[in-house]
């Protein structure tokens, strides 16, 4: 069953929680490198844990991340580590909170020589499911096989978002994502 379908199988409140990131979000294209960074960090404090669990606290992770801005993130130090474990409107996962810093850090990396984090993805498009697993491995922290492919699917690089069914898919063709644009 596809995310569209599930949706309205859902009970009150979460049904309208995932609804509004169905309608809105997933599998949109983004091009602003802060939200590329922030629905990394969304998908790797994911892991182990369920979708609405993320969606429930995405607002504290935006606060408690500076709005996902990259740079101050890459300059966080230690007082900000203990900061973010302590905090409970994130997860408090010592890997996944260093794994943000980290990977803020490499993304300054990325957009000194590729002038943004997504000339990057950009320039590395297209790519397979398992090549893009393999490059986001060697460049960034907490990556898995699954953490990528939801990453990639949620910001338009690779299909299935939604079915084809799905009134959102026809909005997400007009805006020209790139796993249409092989």
């Known amino acids: 069953m596809s995310y569209c379908d599930y949706i309205p199988t ?23 490198d802060n939200e590329l960074f922030g629905r990394l960090i969304l998908e790797i404090n994911q892991a182990g844990l369920s979708w609405e669990t993320i969606l429930k606290k995405e607002e504290s992770f935006r606060i408690a991340y500076d709005d996902f801005d990259i740079a101050k993130v890459a300059a966080y130090t230690q007082a900000d580590r203990e900061r973010l474990l302590a905090n409970p409107g994130i997860i408090r996962n010592r ?17 000194a020589v590729h002038g943004s984090f997504a000339e990057w993805l950009s320039a590395n498009h297209p790519k397979s499911k398992q090549e893009w697993v393999k490059l986001f491995k060697k460049t960034f922290k907490f990556t898995g096989g699954e953490i990528v492919g939801e990453f990639l699917m949620s910001i338009g690089y690779l299909p299935g978002a939604h079915s084809p069914s799905c009134p959102v898919y026809a909005e997400i063709l007009k805006l020209k994502p790139k796993w249409n644009s092989q």
């Open 10 to 32: 859902m009970a009150e409140p979460s049904r309208l929680l995932h609804q509004r990131y169905h309608d809105f979000h997933y599998g949109f294209p983004i091009d602003d």
């Open 95 to 111: 890997l996944k909170v260093n794994a943000a810093i980290e990977n803020a850090r490499t993304i300054l990396g990325l957009q």
